[in-house]
């Protein structure tokens, strides 16, 4: 600050009294204002700053450089206009009642109150007459709470025959460089005008009173409407403060991620623990864009639970401000869209289902037909000639695999015709392990069959669902290089059957089972990347489901269930 506002922050010193300001440079007016809050704060007052936006953040820029944070709570800002105006008016006995009624709370505590006010008005006719008033008014408020009171005028917007006029109702008076006694200050009793007069004021002070009940019931009501957003919101809610310190949930919150209230309330927002590890740099990000006043509208994310489960999320971030428009903290809304993700991903599965059935008939009908002439010349010639044997074999052993890939294909194919009857799916699966045993064997893999009941029937397609079993017996040994055991066990409740396949396998990757079943991806090299989603629509056909449970380097369990016949 220069000199010469430093010599008035040594001036005033005094504890109470009315002071006018009239002020020409708007910078000077700034320093001063500071000057003013760091002498209360010193004292330990507590300040009622009121002006327009644009000054309070400059007056709070400077006070926050130079202040401890904790005293920043003793400062209150007010905007002017609508501290002024709050009925579209200059009204003398609204603005004091109103003026009181935030005094109140602090003479009530004994606490003692400077208060810096920048008068603001509407252009209006009489709007002098109507300022004296209140001036006169306000010195006699002043001095019965017995606070320190600086109003503020721009020199520039009124006339010097009202500053003389207004001098009478100050006991000081102050430029951008001085204080001093004002001259003309008369502390005398005020002229009560006549009953008639004061009759209409009533009415008009009642009528201020009424409408500014029903300001503060608006304000209840939207507030209310707030509360009732956040707690009642389906989506999660967290609050932060301007320290990044979660201040609230809503229940939500809670129920989407499973963490109470109590144990994340009070934790750094980095510190959340449904936030991944590899995600921790989203906070610091979402804080800065929040603190710069950029909105963070739903980018997708993920998040996880309590129990451990991971969350595909969409996450929306807001700035929030207090009444002084200052920024007081930010909140981030969490939309969880795991289910969402999930079924636009079972519909891309659906389409590309729909395209393979769709290309399958064509393409089986359309090579099979050719392809059983050729395999008929070729073991023709093979029959003629005994040279070159090992060539005809090969070229019959790929047409009977390309055979093998078409079967496959047209069972994906629709509509399909299936003959359903009645059989006993424990025959079929004991079936099954007698034509798959000796193959198992040779891999040193041990088919255990002990957990299957005797009394379970379904209605199937026999060769359909034996194709299944056959498929996920394979692909158990096959999962098995060094050997092992296959469990497979039959059960039967209510209304399904259950069969599943047990292996001590390497398991499944958690990038392999997000791609299992879709057309021709296979991780085998003779594989046709058909097997599984034949298998599933085999299963699907006979009105069932599969489930595969599996943990890496530590096996594989599927489990079919289909409903059964009583």
Same mark, same amino acid.
């Given at each position: 600050?220069?000199?010469?506002?430093?010599?008035?922050?040594?001036?005033?010193?005094?504890?109470?009294?009315?002071?006018?300001?009239?002020?020409?440079?708007?910078?000077?007016?700034?320093?001063?204002?500071?000057?003013?809050?760091?002498?209360?704060?010193?004292k330990?007052?507590?300040?009622?700053?009121?002006?327009?936006?644009?000054?309070?953040?400059?007056?709070y820029?400077?006070?926050?450089?130079?202040?401890?944070?904790?005293?920043?709570?003793?400062?209150?800002?007010?905007?002017?206009?609508?501290?002024?105006?709050?009925?579209?008016?200059?009204h003398?006995?609204?603005?004091?009642?109103?003026?009181?009624?935030?005094?109140?709370?602090?003479?009530?505590?004994?606490?003692?109150?400077?208060t810096?006010?920048?008068?603001?008005?509407?252009?209006?006719?009489?709007?002098?007459?109507?300022?004296?008033?209140?001036?006169?008014?306000?010195?006699?408020?002043v001095?019965?709470?017995?606070?320190?009171?600086?109003?503020?005028?721009?020199?520039?917007?009124?006339?010097?025959?009202?500053?003389?006029?207004?001098?009478?109702?100050?006991?000081?008076?102050?430029?951008?460089?001085?204080?001093?006694?004002?001259?003309?200050?008369?502390?005398?009793?005020?002229?009560f005008?006549?009953?008639?007069?004061?009759?209409?004021?009533?009415?008009?002070?009642?009528?201020?009173?009424?409408?500014?009940?029903?300001?503060?019931?608006?304000?209840?009501?939207?507030?209310?409407?707030?509360?009732?957003?956040?707690?009642?919101?389906?989506?999660?809610?967290?609050i932060?403060?301007?320290?990044?310190?979660?201040?609230?949930?809503?229940?939500?919150?809670?129920?989407?991620?499973?963490?109470?209230?109590?144990?994340?309330?009070?934790?750094?927002?980095?510190?959340?623990?449904?936030?991944?590890?590899?995600?921790?740099?989203?906070?610091?990000?979402?804080?800065?864009?929040?603190?710069?006043?950029?909105?963070?509208?739903?980018?997708?994310?993920?998040?996880?639970?309590?129990?451990?489960?991971?969350?595909?999320?969409k996450?929306?971030?807001?700035?929030?401000?207090?009444?002084?428009?200052?920024?007081?903290?930010?909140?981030?809304?969490?939309?969880? #869209?795991?289910?969402? $993700?999930? @079924?636009? =991903?079972?519909?891309?599965?659906?389409? !590309? %289902?729909?395209?393979?059935?769709?290309?399958?008939?064509?393409?089986?009908?359309?090579?099979?037909?050719?392809?059983?002439?050729?395999?008929?010349?070729?073991?023709?010639l093979?029959?003629?000639?005994?040279?070159?044997?090992?060539?005809?074999?090969?070229?019959?052993?790929?047409?009977?695999?390309?055979?093998?890939?078409?079967?496959?294909?047209?069972m994906?194919?629709?509509?399909?015709?299936?003959?359903y009857?009645?059989?006993?799916?424990?025959?079929?699966?004991?079936?099954?392990?007698?034509?798959?045993?000796?193959?198992?064997?040779?891999?040193?893999?041990?088919?255990?069959?002990?957990?299957?009941?005797?009394?379970?029937?379904?209605?199937?397609?026999?060769?359909?669902?034996?194709?299944?079993? #056959?498929?996920?017996? $394979?692909? @158990?040994? =096959?999962?098995?290089?060094?050997?092992? !055991? %296959?469990?497979?066990?039959?059960?039967?409740?209510?209304?399904?059957?259950?069969?599943?396949?047990?292996?001590?396998?390497?398991?499944?990757?958690?990038?392999v089972?997000?791609?299992?079943?879709?057309?021709f991806?296979?991780?085998?090299?003779?594989?046709?990347?058909?097997?599984?989603?034949?298998?599933?629509?085999?299963?699907?056909?006979?009105?069932?489901?599969?489930?595969?449970?599996t943990?890496?380097?530590?096996?594989?369990?599927?489990?079919?269930?289909?409903?059964?016949?009583?």
């Open positions: 600050m220069n000199n010469q506002t430093i010599q008035l922050n040594e001036i005033m010193q005094i504890t109470s009294g009315h002071i006018l300001y009239f002020y020409e440079d708007p910078k000077s007016y700034v320093e001063n204002a500071v000057s003013f809050v760091l002498t209360g704060i010193e330990g007052h507590h300040l009622l700053v009121i002006d327009n936006t644009q000054r309070l953040e400059q007056i820029q400077k006070l926050v450089k130079v202040m401890p944070r904790e005293s920043m709570n003793d400062i209150h800002f007010y905007d002017s206009h609508e501290f002024y105006a709050i009925h579209d008016d200059f003398c006995d609204t603005i004091l009642s109103h003026f009181s009624e935030i005094l109140s709370p602090y003479l009530t505590k004994n606490l003692t109150v400077r810096w006010a920048h008068v603001e008005w509407r252009e209006q006719g009489e709007i002098l007459s109507k300022m004296e008033h209140f001036e006169t008014m306000a010195d006699h408020s001095n019965c709470h017995g606070v320190l009171s600086v109003c503020a005028y721009n020199s520039n917007r009124v006339p010097a025959s009202f500053l003389n006029k207004i001098l009478r109702s100050h006991e000081y008076y102050m430029t951008d460089e001085e204080l001093q006694k004002s001259p003309l200050y008369r502390k005398r009793p005020l002229a005008p006549s009953l008639s007069i004061q009759t209409e004021q009533r009415k008009i002070v009642e009528l201020n009173k009424q409408m500014y009940q029903e300001a503060k019931s608006k304000l209840k009501a939207t507030n209310y409407q707030l509360e009732s957003f956040i707690t009642r919101n389906l989506d999660p809610i967290l932060m403060n301007d320290d990044n310190q979660v201040v609230r949930v809503n229940e939500s919150f809670e129920t989407v991620f499973g963490w109470s209230a109590e144990e994340v309330v009070g934790l750094q927002a980095i510190d959340l623990p449904q936030i991944p590890e590899d995600r921790k740099g989203e906070v610091e990000k979402n804080r800065k864009d929040a603190v710069l006043g950029r909105n963070m509208q739903g980018y997708e994310t993920i998040r996880k639970t309590k129990a451990g489960n991971e969350r595909k999320v996450i929306s971030c807001f700035p929030l401000r207090d009444e002084s428009n200052q920024l007081s903290g930010w909140t981030a809304i969490i939309r969880d #869209i795991t289910e969402e $993700k999930q @079924a636009q =991903e079972l519909l891309l599965r659906t389409e !590309k %289902l729909s395209v393979v059935s769709e290309l399958a008939a064509g393409i089986a009908h359309e090579i099979r037909n050719p392809l059983t002439s050729v395999k008929g010349f070729l073991q023709l093979k029959s003629e000639s005994s040279e070159n044997n090992i060539y005809y074999e090969i070229m019959l052993s790929e047409i009977g695999r390309i055979d093998l890939i078409l079967g496959e294909l047209l994906l194919a629709k509509p399909q015709v299936a003959q009857q009645q059989r006993n799916v424990t025959l079929l699966i004991k079936e099954v392990i007698t034509l798959l045993e000796a193959q198992a064997n040779m891999c040193n893999v041990q088919i255990v069959s002990d957990a299957i009941r005797e009394d379970v029937c379904i209605n199937c397609e026999e060769n359909h669902i034996k194709q299944v079993c #056959i498929n996920f017996i $394979k692909n @158990a040994i =096959e999962a098995m290089p060094q050997g092992g !055991k %296959l469990n497979i066990q039959l059960d039967k409740g209510e209304e399904r059957a259950f069969i599943r396949f047990i292996d001590q396998g390497i398991g499944i990757p958690k990038h089972l997000e791609k299992l079943g879709q057309p991806y296979t991780t085998k090299e003779n594989g046709t990347g058909l097997g599984f989603m034949v298998s599933k629509k085999i299963i699907e056909n006979h009105q069932g489901n599969i489930q595969i449970f943990e890496e380097h530590k096996g594989t369990t599927i489990e079919i269930s289909l409903p059964v016949v009583h």
